[in-house]
């Protein structure tokens, strides 16, 4: 099989226009028919998973050259915000609609948070070091020095697997649940009285949390159904 050539938009590829003749934003999936950046349209195809090779080593390849062209880009960032004159700061901004532009970005912190394990004090740290430095720099690259501290909190509430957590209960591991679990299935009805009841003799400081209206919540969603 021969080389891919990246000038070449392959087939599948269709431009999307709006009615100013702007490139509307692209999904996952679809992507735009657009110049290339860190990856080139034909890296775009194959990540969509609209190419296929019959080799494998075309594959890896292709892969190799994706990851390698990514590690250098995240590396041009370091120069981009530092040495990029401001009149070409604002031509990339202009070029983007507001929530495009917020998109972008998002995936970009979307991205390195994953990309770090998902290490919330990390990215505190990170996201902390960014903002001091950016708060300080203007437009030119010069230090103001205006900034003196920069403070993130990051707080992610996630949504807990009420099922997983009832077969929990059923097997008699409900005295390992956390509060903030228990609560969990105390809201989604799953609980009877005589659950809450083992509980509060065996689960973590159940008493304290959950003590005063937990079985009446219990009782008006068993009604309810």
């Known amino acids: 099989m021969g080389e891919e050539n990246d000038d070449e938009i392959p087939d599948l590829f269709s431009g999307i226009e709006d009615s100013d003749g702007s490139l509307s934003s692209e999904s996952a999936l679809k992507p735009v028919d657009r110049a ?10 194959y990540l969509c998973g609209l190419k296929d090779y019959s080799h494998s080593q075309t594959e890896l390849n292709r892969r190799q050259e994706i990851r390698e062209r990514t590690i250098e880009g995240i590396r041009d960032f370091n120069l981009l915000w530092l040495l990029l004159e401001e009149p070409e700061w604002k031509k990339v901004i202009e070029a983007f609609e507001a929530e495009e532009l917020n998109t972008a970005l998002s995936s970009m912190i979307a991205f390195a948070y994953t990309a770090i394990g998902q290490d919330t004090s990390r990215m505190e740290d990170i996201l902390e070091r960014a903002l001091y430095e950016g708060a300080n720099y203007d437009m030119s690259g010069r230090w103001s020095g205006k ?8 707080d992610i509430d996630y949504e807990p697997n009420v099922e997983e957590l009832y077969t929990r209960v059923q097997q008699g591991e409900g005295d390992n649940l956390t509060p903030a679990e228990i609560g969990a299935l105390v809201q989604a009805g799953k ?13 973590p400081d159940f008493p304290g949390v959950y003590a005063g209206g937990a079985i009446e919540r219990t009782d008006e969603t068993d009604t309810e159904e």
């Open 36 to 45: 290339r950046g860190i990856l080139s349209p034909t890296d775009r195809d």
């Open 191 to 203: 609980l009877d009285p005589d659950d809450l009841e083992k509980l509060e003799n065996t689960g």
């Open 147 to 154: 900034a003196n501290d920069a403070t993130v909190d990051i």
